[in-house]
């Protein structure tokens, strides 16, 4: 164990999870390096969040530049105009029809939060619709509608009252066959959650991720979010897309609602805004951000100068790389490695992803699709002492996701991609 292990160890609280025992001490686009000098390739991008890689240069210069001029006043008490360029530039830029407004926090966890808060407030309806094993976060309200109890709810009721949870097209575990199948029976519980046990004169919002994150990268089929959006305006409810984790071009599109072909009310958007920097964001249309009660969402830091400064940069090196496009490039190489791996390795149940997010699921046996947890946690370690970072997601801790930054290089991508295999190899 390095010296900052056991700092760890002794001052910090043990609430706060750790997926590896090492400590990090320097990070370069794909490449992360520990207090004893080892390298990885990183597949985790800190959890979806290092898009553009590690210590990018030119967003390094951004940072310095908005530094030496102002790093703190908070929006509440002026204008600035980092947080505004932003707004605009955000407004313009999430393909949302119409006229659209923006507010700026901290995390994505606030920035569900707050996307329930206005979808209440403009709405009049307190219910908010989310998804079984769906992850928006954890404050309390973001923890409320995250659709997952373990670990994160243990000892923290009562949470807040008026969220409900229904089922998502988790097709591979659903006993079903074909995705159709799956979409309309899942729809027609949602149906009957909005109009028998509530109505929906009292739900204000649905909350969906375009596709499951922590959930295990779950891609749902297209008719499902087509036909959420349909029943939403149906009924007067709006719809908030979480792109925290999926935004930001990690599935070949800015935005992973694009795939679908979908019109949101809101989206929450974190993680990558600032690759890294902490920043979340609400935009959604002006007929709801722009009758929000002054004073009732906002806080110190939300927005900062910093941060809003990166996020613009970001935004400017996405278009002018086309880094959408390269992450679907990168997804398709990805794609065929994990074909071959599911052709050589019977316990990987299923692989699944769009774009650079992509997942494994591991299962003891493809007939019972029993989960593999013992072994995606073997498969992570092995695959660590060989110089590649991953994380584990899943409703039951058996998937194993790729994160790779858009920045990486096809080389540095195959050759994660041949460490994992090897580490698979010598964990069967
Ligand atoms: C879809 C989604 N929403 C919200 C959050 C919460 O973000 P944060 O950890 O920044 O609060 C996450 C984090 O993983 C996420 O994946």
């Known amino acids: 164990m390095d010296k900052f292990s056991k700092l760890r160890q002794e001052y910090v609280s043990t609430g706060v999870p750790l997926e590896h025992p090492i400590t990090i001490v320097r990070g370069k686009n794909e490449y992360l390096y520990d207090s004893e000098g080892r390298a990885y390739l990183d597949f985790t991008s800190g959890i979806g969040v290092t898009n553009l890689g590690h210590v990018n240069d030119e967003l390094v210069s951004a940072a310095i530049e908005q530094l030496k001029k102002l790093w703190h006043i908070c929006i509440h008490i002026t204008n600035y105009p980092t947080y505004l360029l932003l707004a605009k530039e955000l407004a313009e830029s999430i393909?949302?029809?119409?006229s659209k407004m923006a507010a700026f926090f901290n995390s994505g966890?606030?920035?569900t939060e707050n996307a329930a808060k206005i979808a209440r407030q403009a709405s009049g309806k307190p219910y908010?619709?989310?998804?079984?094993g769906g992850f928006h976060g954890r404050t309390l309200l973001a923890l409320t509608?995250?659709?997952k109890y373990k670990p994160?709810?243990?000892?923290?009721e009562p949470l807040v009252p008026s969220v409900v949870h229904a089922p998502y097209p988790y097709c591979y575990r659903l006993p079903v066959k074909d995705g159709e199948d799956c979409t309309s029976i899942v729809l027609s519980i949602l149906e009957q959650i909005i109009n028998v046990?509530?109505?929906?004169d009292v739900v204000s919002a649905i909350i969906v991720e375009p596709i499951q994150g922590e959930g295990g990268f779950i891609v749902p089929p297209k008719q499902f979010l087509r036909e959420l959006e349909r029943l939403a305006r149906r009924n007067n409810i709006y719809l908030v897309v979480d792109e925290v984790q999926?935004?930001?071009?990690r599935t070949g599109r800015f935005m992973a609602f694009e795939h679908y072909g979908i019109d949101p009310d809101m989206v929450t958007l974190g993680k990558a805004i600032a690759n890294g920097l902490p920043l979340s964001a609400v935009v959604g249309r002006k007929e709801i951000l722009g009758r929000i009660e002054p004073g009732s969402i906002g806080g110190t830091y939300g927005g900062n100068p910093v941060a809003a400064a990166v996020a613009l940069k970001v935004i400017e090196i996405i278009k002018r790389e086309n880094l959408c496009k390269r992450a679907e490039e990168l997804g398709k190489i990805m794609e065929e490695k994990l074909d071959e791996m599911y052709n050589k390795y019977s316990f990987i149940g299923e692989h699944r992803g769009l774009g650079v997010m992509r997942a494994l699921e591991l299962v003891k046996s493809r007939e019972t699709k029993e989960p593999a947890k013992k072994l995606?946690?073997?498969i992570i370690e092995e695959a660590r002492r060989n110089g590649l970072l991953l994380i584990k997601a899943g409703y039951y801790s058996n998937v194993i996701r790729l994160h790779p930054p858009l920045t990486i290089s096809e080389e540095n991508l195959i050759k994660g991609l041949e460490i994992l295999d090897k580490a698979m190899k010598a964990s069967s």
Do not use: D
Not at 152 to 156: A, L, P, T
Not at 197 to 200: A, G, I, R, T
Not at 246 to 249: F, K, V
């Open 376 to 378: 995606t946690k073997k």
């Open 95 to 98: 393909p949302i029809s119409g």
């Open 246 to 249: 999926t935004g930001y071009c």
């Open 152 to 156: 994160y709810k243990i000892g923290f």
């Open 145 to 147: 509608m995250t659709g």
């Open 197 to 200: 046990s509530l109505s929906p």
């Open 128 to 132: 908010i619709v989310s998804f079984i």
């Open 109 to 111: 966890a606030e920035a």
